[in-house]
Nanobody, 127 residues
Framework: QVQLVESGGGLVQPGGSLRLSCATS????????IGWFRQAPGKEREGVSC????????YYADSVKGRFTISRDRAKNTVYLQMNNLKPEDTAVYYC????????????????????WGQGTQVTVSS
């Protein structure tokens, strides 16, 4: 069955880095875009980044542009989110999800366009 499993979260000081992994199984990664979302306490889940499967186009929220980088390793069926220069406002549970197709275009932030989600991994940025 389709599965997405996040890992790599943890506690980090402001300015630090983390790399999140999203291990996928049960489907062909090459056929689907994958997105990263996050949800802070008391806030709605928001889109952070997405990578297209067809041409590798990458999409980022304005709040993380220049600090986060999304990538994929098809051989390992894994999508990564490299997070640098982390800030306290990046604290949240981070989720990866499978988009309902290979290219999200302008809909990558829309949660309803994702059909499978991981269980999430906690990222805490604090001194």
């Amino acid at each position: 069955q389709v599965q997405l499993v996040e890992s790599g979260g943890g506690l980090v000081q402001p300015g630090g880095s983390l790399r999140l992994s999203c291990a996928t199984s049960g489907f062909t990664l090459a056929n689907y875009a994958i997105g990263w979302f996050r949800q802070a306490p008391g806030k709605e889940r928001e889109g952070v980044s997405c990578i297209s499967s067809s041409d590798g186009s990458r999409y980022y929220a304005d709040s993380v542009k220049g600090r986060f980088t999304i990538s994929r390793d098809r051989a390992k069926n894994t999508v990564y989110l490299q997070m640098n220069n982390l800030k306290p406002e990046d604290t949240a549970v981070y989720y990866c999800a499978r988009y309902r197709g290979p290219v999200p275009y302008g809909l990558w932030r829309s949660r309803v366009m994702y059909d499978y989600w991981g269980q999430g991994t906690q990222v805490t940025v604090s001194s």
